[in-house]
């Protein structure tokens, strides 16, 4: 009886197979909307893309091409034979010319046809040099950032299709990925700024801490103030009896030293970054990008470089000025084609500059409220004087 009882424990805590899997994928999706998960899911979903788009519009490239070369032949060998035929005959030069100028001229709207079709000029039948995986991989990341160069772009009707799902999921996921990434960012750079520039070896930070806790002070003061002067109004109308005021002194004290070690406290999270600070550091990521692109790109030059930066990291993106075939990789081998320096930096570069602005911009945000409070609290101090 005791084993049978034992048993029947056991089985009762044992936790069912449904159970375990419901609990396994709430902790996976939580893994997945957090900091580091974030940012792997829109790596992962990033190149799943390109090799989606490879598949679909890749083969679609190797089909016009074999279907151009196919006719080439067949355009070049009708060429041939009517110069066989008017060897045979008397060659009548003008009606020769003839026959020829309309060959070519069926030849160069054929030409075209395929060029609109998607046909990059490239007879080579291994791979298609603009869908391969580091031209999928940019086409994929222009289409979740907004960016949209529009030097790639599907031809078929299933990558439009697949363009269309692929942008409306990719997109709130890249925002998200920004306003959490932006999110850190701008708490370890008030964590480096306070450390860095606001440091109490610094010169001139104590003195603008000593004016800021004698603003605070002024401001609890006259908070005080201002309740007390209602509960005497109230008093008086009631009463009809003048009651005295307590002392000030204190109340005031102990306030403003409890508020000093709260601020103490959250001082770094309470700090405002200049916005010319902000505007610095955008400035200055776009000119680090600019050198290295002029770098790599030997047609283009710095105010080409540092252009082409702008209008990526502000997702305009024309399209005028784009990665050449560096960054498509045309190489056979693997690290020639997907390994590629320029494509890795030019990749990294764009998902760190728009968390980079998404951070800038949410200190900048910050700032402005600081001010836009500050000034409404003047104002009122200057009616309340005024009064």
Sequence with gaps: MERKKSFRRQKRYRRPWLKKCKEFLRQFIAFLFSNVGIILLVVGYTITGSFIFMSIEGNNNLKIKQELINNRSMYAEKLWNLTLDMNRKILDEKEY????????????????????????????????????FAGAFLYSLTVITTIGYGNIYPRTLEGKLVTIVYAIIGMPLFLLYLSNIGDILARSFKWIYAKCCLCRCCPGVAKRRAIRAMKREQRMQMDYVSEDDEESQRSSESDKTSISVPPLGPRVSIVSETYTEDFKENDIQNIPVPVTVCLTIMVGYICSGALLFCKWEEHWSFMDASYFCFISLSTIGFGDLVPGDKIYGRGKDFYSEVLELSFVFCS????????????????????VINKIQTTIRTVKYVLRCNR
Excluded: P
């Excluded at 054929?110 to 040099?129: I, W």
């Excluded at 764009?350 to 980079?356: I, V």
């Design 97 to 132: 010319f003839k026959i020829v100028s309309e060959i070519l001229t069926t030849y160069q709207q054929m030409m075209v046809n395929f060029t609109r079709k998607g046909h990059d000029g490239t007879d080579e039948l291994t791979s298609a040099a603009q869908w391969s």
């Design 348 to 367: 990294i570069y764009l998902m760190l500059g728009m968390a980079l602005i998404a951070m800038c911009f949410n200190l900048m945000q910050e700032e």
